[in-house]
């Protein structure tokens, strides 16, 4: 059985990366191609030539116009995925068409949803407006993992493994050493884990970066809504320092650290990252420093995740964990995903 | 220090679960009031997901406090 959902939004890119071009990207392990029409939009359908399956993001297949001709023997196809042309005959097969996907472009990502395309609803999109709002300044990129996403997902719940894995760059001895709240809604599909340490070591990607020294405040708010979208609100300020009862906060620095973590294959992962911040935003020495640090942080769990998706594949099933209060917030995550990758097969085999 | 973060999920079933300060323990609070404290959080889910059964609500339900604006 699968472990991907589906029925869910996936981010499939960041809209810089889609231009009038043909581009290729394995989501869920399908094929997908991409472009941006004249107009602007997004288009996403199969990779597939609907005739003998040659790729279409492939040489020498094209883009003329709004249209995709396939490179092996003329296919040609609309912004829709219907095939509007065959070589040879005027007759186009009426069942010729690539399948399509949604998509919806909205803070500086392409969200594409996997499944069946009459459930898509859009305003069920996780929002991040920060990516892409006036008073933040964001730094961001994606690494290939070749791992499960569920490890990505275990990862990213626990932030006490930034002591040991992330050591001298955002972990300090408090991450390990404070207590947890972790929230669970079934219903709405959320895992919330804060950890507010209000006494801590300032690491050097924060000291770097907002100039604050020696001990601060610092809250790590985890907001997850499996399946994509990860948020950890990070709160860095003074010590004693809280926000104001209205919510404003002038006294600290705000980051939001956000991953999209997209299943590539069964076996490895799309990790999107990106880093937010509310303060020094013309400043490109710190926009420089921020993505450096949080890209070597990044690739240090995909070492790990790599390593550790070898050691488990060739594990049997149902291989032995010990699970402690740490994982409160990872355990609720692989539940829900668990029902999610379930609910699709209850639907396709009724 | 803030023993434990304020509520921030306002839904009808969310499952709360503090880390108690400065102790190995996990105290479960489900939708329903019911508390019960662990030491292994794989029996603190297996516990919460059972409601309602052997879930008996606390005697004085904390009042809901103001949320904070995400
Ligand atoms: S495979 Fe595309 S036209 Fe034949
Ligand atoms: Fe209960």
């Given amino acids: 059985m699968s472990a991907i959902p589906r029925n869910q939004w996936y981010v499939a890119a960041y809209g810089r990366e889609i231009s009038h071009e043909l581009f290729s990207r394995t989501l869920c392990d399908e094929p997908i191609l991409f472009w941006r029409t004249e107009a602007g939009s997004v288009t996403a359908t199969s990779d597939r030539c609907v005739h003998r399956r040659f790729p279409l993001s492939q040489a020498p297949s094209r883009l003329v116009g709004d249209q995709v001709v396939c490179g092996y023997h003329g296919f040609t196809y609309g912004a829709d995925g219907k095939c509007v042309a065959v070589p040879g005959q005027t007759r186009v097969p009426r069942t010729a068409r690539l399948t399509s996907y949604p998509v919806v472009e909205q803070d500086s990502f392409v969200w594409v949803w996997i499944g069946d395309p009459a459930l898509a609803d859009a305003s069920r999109i996780p929002r991040v407006p920060y990516l892409d709002a006036a008073g933040w300044t964001t730094v961001s990129g994606r690494e290939p993992l070749a791992a499960r996403f569920s490890l990505l997902v275990d990862n990213l719940l626990d932030l006490s493994h930034e002591t040991y894995l992330h050591g001298g760059y955002i972990g300090t001895p408090e991450v390990a050493n404070t207590p947890i709240t972790t929230e669970v809604d079934d219903e709405a599909g959320v895992i919330y884990v804060s950890r507010h340490m209000d006494d801590a070591e300032c690491p050097p990607f924060y000291s770097r970066s907002t100039g604050l020294e020696g001990r601060i405040a610092r809250w790590q708010d985890i907001e997850y809504t499996p399946p994509c979208l990860y948020k950890l609100h990070s709160r860095i300020a003074p010590v004693g320092s809280v926000p104001n009862p209205d919510g404003t906060d002038p006294d600290a620095f705000h980051v939001e650290v956000v991953y999209a973590i997209t299943p590539e294959t069964e076996n490895s992962t799309h990790d999107f990252w990106a880093v937010a911040r509310d303060f020094a935003l013309e400043d490109a020495e710190v926009s420089a420093f921020l993505a450096e640090n949080n890209r070597t942080v990044v690739l240090q769990d995909v070492e790990a995740l790599d390593v550790l998706e070898k050691i488990i594949a060739t594990e049997p099933e149902g291989y032995q964990e010990l699970s402690i209060n740490i994982d409160t917030g990872g355990l609720a995550a692989r539940r829900m995903l668990a029902r999610m990758a379930g609910a699709r097969d209850e639907a396709t085999t009724r | ?70």
């Avoid at chain 2, 323990?25 to 404290?37: D, G, Q």
């Avoid at chain 2, 297996?46 to 904390?62: K, Q, R």
Wanted: with cysteine; charged share 25%; hydrophobic share 45%.
């Fill in chain 2, 1 to 70: 220090m803030i023993p434990e973060a304020p509520p921030v999920l306002n839904g009808d079933r969310v499952y709360r679960i503090h880390w108690v300060l400065g102790t190995d323990r996990l105290r479960a609070v489900c939708h329903c009031s019911a508390e019960r404290e662990f030491e292994d959080p794989v029996e603190l889910w297996e516990w919460l997901l059972g409601h309602p059964a052997g879930h008996v609500p606390a005697p004085a339900p904390v009042p809901p406090r103001e949320l904070a604006a995400v």
